[in-house]
């Protein structure tokens, strides 16, 4: 089992940035692999970025590509994710989330087996 508690979220203006920090505990984080998730009101829940368990592989939204970065730090068991230049589009709560198994697609929503509570970005005009 993992638990994963998410935090750092807010309320900011747009072109700001902010760093969101995913805990976990249960289980060693470096053997899981992390992903990060949003939902922003009235829409589904969407990828926003992975990193692999090893930290070697990372992918992001097109969407987000080059205004954020994932990243882990296996000693503390957090994984972070660093974003700047926040726009509007980019309110939604966002969800942490951890899978062990090894092959996986880690885009997909479903591969995951464990998820954080949410914490709320809000980015205003």
């Known amino acids: 089992q993992v638990q994963l508690v998410e935090s750092g979220g807010g309320l900011v203006q747009a072109g700001a940035s902010l760093r969101l920090s995913c805990a976990a505990s249960g289980r060693t984080l470096g053997s899981v692999s992390m992903g990060w998730f949003r939902q922003a009101p009235g829409k589904e829940r969407e990828f926003v970025a992975t990193v692999s368990w090893t930290g070697g592989s990372t992918y992001y939204a097109d969407s987000v590509k080059g205004r954020f970065t994932i990243s882990r730090d296996n000693g503390k068991n957090t994984v972070y994710l660093q974003m700047n230049s926040l726009k509007p589009e980019d309110t939604a709560v966002y969800y942490c989330?951890?899978?062990?198994?090894?092959?996986?697609?880690?885009?997909?929503?479903?591969?995951?087996?464990?998820w954080g509570q949410g914490t709320q970005v809000t980015v205003s005009s």
């Open positions: 989330a951890a899978v062990s198994r090894r092959g996986v697609n880690l885009i997909r929503e479903a591969s995951y087996d464990y």
